[in-house]
C-alpha cells in the first residue's frame, strides 16, 4: 500500500513538474500568419498625409480565434547598428507610440480562415503616430485575439524599419553632409539546379517545369528582368545598377531555346518562354554594367577540395569562372574584367586559387573581411594581389527574409546617415547586394528601385557606377575571414569526397581518349556534361542536401558516357574449335571520339589467357573485332565475363556475359596433364619397387638358420 501511495504521488509530482513546460510549448506554436502588402507610403516625408498597412491575416492554428484586432506600434528612433540588427532578429524595443487596436473583418477566423487587414493611420500634428525627427523607426504591426480555451493575447506580429525623410507637416530637415556612392548590384541567377543532363549533341534534359515557370511572365526571373527594365527611365539608378547574371543560367535558356525534356522525358513546354526572356534580357543587358557569378553559383571553396592532392589541377574551378564567356557570346556583352561576386566562404587556399584563375576583384561581404580599422571602402587582401569590395552585410541581412524590401530601405537609409552620428568613419562607398536568389515579387522589386530613385533625387545617397567604386585605390588591407557558421553552412566532406571520385573516374576516361580525324570533336567537349554538372553539385542552392541527390546528375552523365563503349554479348554459345582457339570479341563505340580499351576477362574460371591482351583503339562511332588469346582449362560448358576498362582501369560500359563449350584441352593443359601423369607413374613406380625390395626382404630373414646361444658357445 505504502509502495502504491509512493507511486501515484510520483506521478503527481511529474505532472506538476511537466505541465507549465507544455504549456508553455503550446504556447509557443504560432496561431496566426500575417502576410503584409508592404505599407504605403514606404518612406515618410513632410508632405506624407496618412500610413496605411494592408494584408492578410491567416489562423494556422488548431482553434478558433475570435476578437481579432490590429494596431501600430512605433518604437524609438534607431541610432547604432546593433539596435538595427535587433529590430530584424525579431527582439522586442521601447515603444514611442501606438494607435488604438482596431477590429478586423470577420473579427473571427476558423483554422484555415483568413481575414484582410487594412489598417490606415492618419499623419501630422494630432496623429497617434509622432515621428519626432528625420531618422528610421521600427513599426510593428500587432495581432491580437481570443483562442478558444484561452484568453486574449498577442498572436501574431511583423516588425518593420521605417525610413523618415522628414516628419509630416514640419519644414524639411536638412540632409548629411556628404552622401555615399551607391552601387547595386542586381542578381539574375537560378533559384536551384534545374538540368538533369545535357550531353554533347544530347537533349536538354530538366528536372521540371520550374524554371519556365519562373521565367514566364510573372515568375521570379521575368520580375527581375522587368523591374530592371521598368529603372531604365530613371537615368541615377539604372546607372547605379550593375546586373550580377549566372552563366549557368543563361546557358541552360539558351539549350530551352531549342527544345529540351523533363525528366521521364515529356517535352519542355517552355520553349517560346525561354526565346522571350533570353531576348529581354539581352536587350536589358546592352551597355549596361555586368559582372559574372560562379557557374551554377558554386561553393569555390568546395571545388577547390575535389581534387585537394593535385594543387596544380584547377580545372573544376576554372570552369566555374570561365563564365563571362558564356555571357559574351550568349548575351552580347562583356563582363567587367576580373571581378567576380562568389557565394560561401572564402578560406586562404581558395583566395591564392581564384587570384591565380585571372580573378582581380572580389566583391564580399563586409562581415567576411577582418582589418585592424572599420572598412571605408575597398580593401587589399593580404598575401595576395586580389583587391576586394565589400558589400554592406547590415543591408544584406535586411533585404533577406519578411518585409525585404521595405527592411532595406531602412538599412540603406540608415547607412546614408539618417541614423544620425555614424559608427567609425562615414561611408563614402556603398555596395549594396540583395540575396542572390531574390524571390521577391515584381511589384516589391519595381517599388524598391522606384524608392531608391527617391533616395538619389533627395540627396541621401548619390548615384555611382560599380567601375567607379572599383576604380578607388584601396583604403587599406583585410584578411578574409570565416567563422564556424560559415563552415556549417559550407558543402560537406561528404560531398565532397563523392565529386572527387566521380572526378578521378572522369580524369581516367578523358585520358583514354583521341580525336578522330573524321569527326573533330574534342574530347573535352565529351566530358564537360559531368564536369558542369560537378560544378553543380557544389552549388550554394543544394545546402543541406544528401551527398547522393547532390552528386547523382554527374554520376549519370558519367554512366552515360561511359555505357557507349561496349563488348557485345554473343546471341548464342560459342564453341571453341580447339583447345587453345582465340575467344571473338566485337567492341562498340557510340562515341564521336575514338577510345582506347583494355580487354578484361572476369569469373573465368576453366578458361585462361594465354598472353597479354594489347590495348586496342576503337574509331569514332566504329566497332572493331579482338580476338582474345584464350585456352580452355577443361572440357564442356562454362561461361565467361569480359569486360572493358581504359588503359588506366576506369571501367567502360557493362560487363558481357559469353557461354561456351569445349571439347578438347589445349595444348599446354595437355603437356601439364602428361607431365603429371610422368610424375605419377615414376612416383607410383618407386612406391611399387620399394614394396617389392621391402618383401624379399623380409622372407630372406624368414628363411636363414637360427643360431642358438649353445652353438655359439
Known amino acids: 500500500m505504502k509502495r502504491l501511495a509512493a507511486t501515484v504521488l510520483s506521478i503527481l509530482f511529474l505532472v506538476f513538474i511537466a505541465s507549465p513546460v507544455a504549456v508553455a510549448q503550446a504556447q509557443e506554436q504560432p496561431r496566426l500568419r500575417v502576410d503584409l502588402d508592404q505599407p504605403n507610403p514606404r518612406v515618410i516625408t513632410t508632405t506624407s498625409a496618412s500610413l496605411t498597412v494592408t494584408g492578410r491575416v491567416t489562423n494556422i492554428g488548431d482553434r478558433r480565434i475570435s476578437k481579432l484586432g490590429v494596431r501600430l506600434q512605433l518604437g524609438t528612433r534607431l541610432q547604432s547598428e546593433q539596435q538595427i540588427g535587433d529590430v530584424l532578429a525579431g527582439d522586442k524595443f521601447k515603444d514611442l507610440a501606438a494607435t488604438e487596436f482596431v477590429d478586423l473583418e470577420p473579427d473571427q477566423l476558423e483554422p484555415g480562415q483568413s481575414a484582410a487587414l487594412n489598417l490606415s493611420v492618419p499623419l501630422g500634428p494630432s496623429s497617434k503616430l509622432q515621428f519626432p525627427k528625420p531618422g528610421v523607426y521600427p513599426l510593428l504591426v500587432n495581432v491580437n485575439g481570443t483562442p478558444d480555451f484561452g484568453g486574449p493575447e498577442r498572436l501574431a506580429a511583423v516588425t518593420l524599419l521605417m525610413p523618415v525623410l522628414g516628419v509630416p507637416g514640419k519644414a524639411p530637415a536638412s540632409r548629411p553632409p556628404s552622401a555615399p556612392s551607391t552601387s547595386l548590384l542586381w542578381p539574375i541567377a537560378n533559384s536551384t539546379v534545374h538540368v538533369v543532363s545535357s550531353p554533347l549533341g544530347g537533349p536538354l534534359t530538366l528536372a521540371d517545369e520550374r524554371l519556365a515557370i519562373e521565367l514566364a511572365a510573372g515568375g521570379r526571373l521575368d520580375s527581375l528582368v522587368e523591374a530592371a527594365r521598368a529603372a531604365e527611365a530613371d537615368t541615377k539608378v539604372s546607372s547605379s545598377l550593375c546586373l550580377a547574371i549566372d552563366p549557368d543560367l543563361v546557358a541552360t535558356v539558351d539549350g530551352m531555346t531549342r527544345g529540351y525534356q523533363i525528366a521521364g522525358g515529356a517535352p519542355g513546354k517552355g520553349v517560346e518562354t525561354a526565346k522571350n526572356w533570353l531576348g529581354r534580357l539581352k536587350a536589358l543587358v546592352a551597355g549596361r554594367c555586368v559582372v559574372t557569378l560562379p557557374f551554377a553559383d558554386a561553393d569555390l571553396t568546395a571545388l577547390t577540395k575535389v581534387r585537394a592532392g593535385d594543387a596544380t589541377d584547377t580545372a573544376l574551378l576554372a570552369s566555374a569562372l570561365g563564365g563571362a564567356g558564356t555571357i559574351k557570346n550568349l548575351l552580347g556583352i562583356q563582363p567587367q574584367d576580373g571581378v567576380l561576386w562568389p557565394g560561401g566562404?572564402?578560406?586562404?587556399?581558395?583566395?591564392?586559387?581564384?587570384?591565380?584563375?585571372?580573378?582581380?576583384?572580389?566583391?564580399?561581404?563586409?562581415?567576411?573581411?577582418q582589418s585592424g580599422s572599420p572598412l571605408s571602402g575597398g580593401v587589399s587582401i593580404e598575401g595576395t594581389d586580389l583587391r576586394a569590395q565589400p558589400i554592406d552585410a547590415l543591408i544584406s541581412s535586411a533585404l533577406n527574409g519578411s518585409g525585404s524590401t521595405q527592411n532595406g530601405l531602412g538599412a540603406i537609409a540608415f547607412r546614408a546617415g539618417l541614423g544620425g552620428q555614424p559608427e567609425g568613419p562615414a561611408r563614402s562607398r556603398l555596395l549594396i547586394a540583395p540575396p542572390r536568389h531574390w524571390a521577391a515579387s515584381g511589384t516589391e522589386l519595381t517599388t524598391f528601385l522606384e524608392r531608391m530613385g527617391d533616395f538619389y533625387t533627395a540627396g541621401l545617397?548619390?548615384?555611382?557606377?560599380?567601375?567607379?567604386?572599383?576604380?578607388?585605390?584601396?583604403?587599406?588591407?583585410?584578411?578574409?575571414?570565416?567563422?564556424?557558421?560559415?563552415?556549417?553552412?559550407?558543402?560537406?566532406?561528404?560531398?565532397?569526397?563523392?565529386?572527387?571520385?566521380?572526378?578521378?573516374?572522369?580524369?581516367?576516361?578523358?585520358?583514354?581518349?583521341?580525336?578522330?580525324?573524321?569527326?573533330?570533336?574534342?574530347?573535352?567537349?565529351?566530358?564537360?556534361?559531368?564536369?558542369?554538372?560537378?560544378?553543380?553539385?557544389?552549388?550554394?542552392?543544394?545546402r543541406g542536401a544528401d551527398a547522393a541527390i547532390v552528386t547523382a546528375n554527374a554520376r549519370g552523365d558519367l554512366e552515360a558516357i561511359r555505357s557507349q563503349v561496349t563488348v557485345e554479348r554473343p546471341k548464342q554459345t560459342i564453341a571453341l574449335a580447339s583447345g587453345a582457339s582465340p575467344l571473338p570479341a566485337y567492341i562498340t563505340n557510340g562515341l564521336p571520339v575514338g577510345i582506347n580499351v583494355r580487354t578484361v576477362l572476369k569469373n573465368n574460371v576453366g578458361l585462361r589467357p594465354t598472353e597479354a591482351v594489347p590495348e586496342r583503339t576503337v574509331p569514332a562511332n566504329g566497332a572493331i573485332n579482338q580476338l582474345l588469346p584464350v585456352e580452355a582449362l577443361r572440357a564442356g560448358r562454362f561461361s565467361v565475363d569480359v569486360a572493358l576498362t581504359t588503359p588506366d582501369g576506369t571501367p567502360l560500359g557493362s560487363d558481357a556475359r559469353f557461354e561456351l563449350t569445349s571439347t578438347e584441352y589445349g595444348a599446354i593443359t595437355i603437356i601439364i596433364t602428361i607431365t603429371a601423369a610422368g610424375a605419377l607413374l615414376l612416383l607410383s613406380s618407386r612406391r611399387i619397387y620399394r614394396r617389392i625390395k621391402d618383401s624379399r626382404a623380409d622372407r630372406t630373414n624368414e628363411t636363414a638358420p637360427r643360431v642358438t646361444e649353445d652353438a655359439q658357445v
Open 461 to 542: 545617397i548619390k548615384a555611382a557606377p560599380l567601375p567607379e567604386l572599383l576604380g578607388d585605390n584601396p583604403s587599406g588591407t583585410a584578411s578574409v575571414n570565416y567563422d564556424p557558421q560559415d563552415l556549417t553552412a559550407a558543402t560537406s566532406g561528404e560531398v565532397t569526397a563523392k565529386m572527387s571520385q566521380i572526378d578521378n573516374e572522369t580524369l581516367g576516361l578523358s585520358s583514354a581518349m583521341t580525336m578522330d580525324a573524321t569527326k573533330r570533336v574534342n574530347p573535352a567537349d565529351v566530358i564537360a556534361p559531368v564536369r558542369f554538372a560537378l560544378i553543380r553539385a557544389a552549388s550554394t542552392s543544394w
Open 345 to 369: 566562404a572564402l578560406d586562404s587556399q581558395t583566395v591564392e586559387a581564384i587570384g591565380k584563375a585571372g580573378v582581380k576583384t572580389v566583391l564580399t561581404d563586409s562581415g567576411k573581411l
